[in-house]
């Protein structure tokens, strides 16, 4: 399995960035993605999930009501749409997967098996 995370950039606060997880797997249909953002010395910490169908997605606190996670098991990839950022939504995003059949997706790292390289996303106040 592997991730191709994308879409990163600089934009101002207040932008909006659509990011993209394109992911090489035979049955993408069963997997749970998570995303997931470090800022330099911080721990990676959790963004949003999405579950294997679609059905069930989670956000950090910090991100509800500005960014929406959703997938589309045809073409195998998931988005995260990024509206109204912050200075502190700066960070490098990854994207991560696990197969995961359950109704709620996973939110923590270590629950996470596979990984995308990451994206920069910095936004200028």
Same mark, same amino acid.
């Not at 991730?3 to 932008?15: K, T």
């Not at 500005?66 to 045809?74: K, P, Q, V």
């Given at each position: 399995?592997?991730? !191709?995370?994308?879409?990163?950039?600089?934009?101002?606060?207040?932008?909006? &960035? %659509? &990011?993209?997880?394109?992911?090489?797997?035979?049955?993408?249909?069963?997997?749970? #993605?998570?995303?997931?953002? !470090?800022?330099?010395?911080?721990?990676?910490?959790? #963004?949003?999930?999405?579950? /294997?169908?679609?059905?069930?997605?989670?956000?950090?606190?910090?991100?509800?009501? %500005?960014?929406?996670?959703? %997938?589309?098991?045809?073409?195998?990839?998931? /988005?995260?749409?990024?509206?109204?950022?912050?200075?502190?939504?700066?960070?490098?995003?990854?994207?991560?997967?696990?197969? /995961?059949?359950? %109704?709620?997706?996973?939110?923590?790292?270590?629950?996470?098996?596979?990984?995308? !390289?990451?994206? !920069?996303?910095?936004?200028?106040?």
């Amino acid at each position: 399995v592997q991730l !191709q995370a994308s879409g990163g950039g600089l934009v101002q606060a207040g932008g909006s &960035l %659509r &990011l993209t997880c394109a992911v090489s797997a035979r049955t993408f249909s069963s997997y749970a #993605v998570g995303w997931f953002h !470090q800022a330099p010395g911080k721990d990676r910490e959790f #963004v949003a999930s999405i579950s /294997w169908n679609g059905g069930s997605t989670y956000y950090a606190d910090s991100v509800k009501g %500005r960014f929406t996670i959703s %997938r589309d098991n045809r073409v195998n990839t998931v /988005w995260l749409q990024m509206n109204n950022l912050k200075p502190e939504d700066a960070a490098v995003y990854y994207c991560a997967a696990v197969t /995961w059949i359950e %109704r709620d997706p996973p939110r923590r790292p270590n629950e996470y098996v596979y990984w995308g !390289q990451g994206t !920069q996303v910095t936004v200028s106040s």
